[in-house]
């Protein structure tokens, strides 16, 4: 497995049942997850491909494909927006 897609700088999650605290340490905000959100949360954690997390949220949640997807990639954005993802890496990068 590589490194998680989750920046690790100024960012800290609690995690509490199912639902987690983000803590932005750089601009002071808390940012509470849902169970959805935090389940996506852990499975960017663990480094699961989107593939894959689409499948988690679907069989957890019981979803439809498509709705999983949009739920990701909503959340991915709002990740990106907020600077908690890794930029990508030049290494992988042809």
Do not use: C
């Amino acid at each position: 497995m590589g490194k998680s897609r989750l920046s690790e700088d100024g960012v800290l999650a609690e995690f509490t049942g199912d639902e987690a605290i983000v803590l932005d340490t750089e601009a002071g905000r808390y940012h509470p997850l849902n169970a959805t959100a935090t389940f996506i949360w852990k499975a960017l954690e663990n480094d699961q491909s989107d593939e894959e997390i689409v499948e988690g949220v679907v069989g957890e949640f019981d979803v439809t494909r498509e709705r999983a997807a949009e739920s990701l990639r909503t959340f991915l954005s709002d990740l990106a927006t907020r600077g908690f993802l890794r930029e990508p890496s030049s290494e992988t990068a042809t």
